[in-house]
Structures are given as structure tokens and as C-alpha cells.
């Protein structure tokens, strides 16, 4: 049996396997939905997740590979949708951020009446 004979399953356990890596992710947004907030989180996994997604998606359509443009829609619509739970939770600590930034950079009166 040639090393062709295997090529459809290697493709399908890699498929398989990297989609169930693509939910690692979750663990973060739990403890986010759990703290309430994002506070010390980074959102960088997912901005990556998302950007790597992306070239790969494109470098499967480059290849004609059929096996890896699915797993990188996948992989894409996860991440998403996992920065999108970080930007809920992270909405208020930006809005809080920006009023206390705003005080800061208050001009000063030059003259006080």
C-alpha cells in the first residue's frame, strides 16, 4: 500500500484535530464571562487566531487544497467570535479608560475669575 492511500485520512484526522484545537480559546472566554471583565487578558490569541486564519485560508485557496479552506473558515469564525465576547466584556473598562484619560488631558484655566 502507497503512502497515496493515506492521504485522505491524514487529511481528514489533521481537519479534525486542528478544529478541536481552534476551541482551546474557550477556557479564556469562560473565565472572562465568569470575571466580568477582561482585566489582564490579552486579546492578542485572538487577533493572531483570527490573522492566521486568514493566511491560511488564502494559502489553501492558492493550493486548491480542499481540506484546509474549511478548517480555516472554521478556525476564522471561532476566533471571531471569540474577540467579540472579549470586546463585550472589555467595552466598559474602555469607555471607564477614555472618561479618566479625558480628565487628565483637561486644559487648565490661565485665568481664574
Do not use: W
Not at 479534525?16 to 490579552?42: H, L, M, R, W, Y
Not at 492566521?52 to 481540506?67: E, F, R, V, Y
Not at 469564525?77 to 466598559?92: D, G, K, P, Q, R
Amino acid at each position: 500500500m502507497a503512502l497515496e492511500d493515506y492521504k485522505d485520512l491524514v487529511a481528514t484526522v489533521a481537519s479534525v484535530t486542528t478544529i478541536a484545537q481552534f476551541f482551546s480559546p474557550i477556557f479564556i472566554c469562560k473565565e472572562i464571562i465568569q470575571k466580568g471583565n477582561t482585566k489582564d487578558i490579552d486579546a492578542m490569541p485572538f487577533i493572531g487566531g483570527m490573522v492566521m486564519s486568514l493566511l491560511m485560508l488564502q494559502h489553501g485557496m492558492i493550493l486548491n487544497d480542499p481540506a484546509m479552506i474549511p478548517v480555516n473558515v472554521a478556525g476564522f469564525t471561532l476566533n471571531f467570535t471569540y474577540f467579540a465576547i472579549y470586546y463585550l466584556y472589555s467595552h466598559e473598562r474602555a469607555v471607564h479608560r477614555a472618561v479618566t484619560v479625558s480628565r487628565l488631558h483637561r486644559p487648565k484655566k490661565l485665568f481664574t475669575l
